[in-house]
């Protein structure tokens, strides 16, 4: 316990080891941040500030912020989807695409009902 005398340098000194083991971020000035994306390594260090509770977490979301903007971001592409089984480059050729496959005769009616009304669907 902080505040305890010891008698024994040596349990002094497992004590505080142990301490430091199980509060390592009272005793550094930095925290180390570390990632493998796609096979690269990437990492950051920041500075710690003791006074702000939040401080590792805006440090990580800055961190996680630049491997996105780096590795992602970057790289989206737009595509369009025609509802059934087409991507495009484009929302005209999605929807071309779709009207073509549903005028077509492309579906395999498993199911036909007819209700009270004599109505087929």
Do not use: C
């Not at 009272?26 to 920041?46: P, Q």
């Not at 440090?59 to 592409?77: E, M, P, S």
């Amino acid at each position: 316990m902080l505040g305890n005398l010891f008698t024994e340098r040596e349990k002094a000194i497992k004590y505080l080891k142990e301490y430091i083991i199980k509060n390592p971020s009272i005793f550094i000035n930095t925290r180390y941040f570390y990632i493998n994306v796609m096979g690269k390594n990437e990492t950051d260090i920041f500075a710690v500030n003791i006074d702000d509770p939040s401080d590792g977490q805006k440090n990580l979301d800055k961190f996680v912020k630049k491997v996105f903007d780096k590795y992602f971001a970057t790289f989206g592409l737009d595509l369009y989807f025609d509802e059934i089984d087409g991507w495009f480059n484009n929302s005209i050729d999605a929807v071309k695409s779709m009207q073509e496959k549903i005028t077509n005769d492309q579906f395999i009616i498993k199911y036909k009902f007819r209700d009270i009304k004599g109505i087929e669907w």
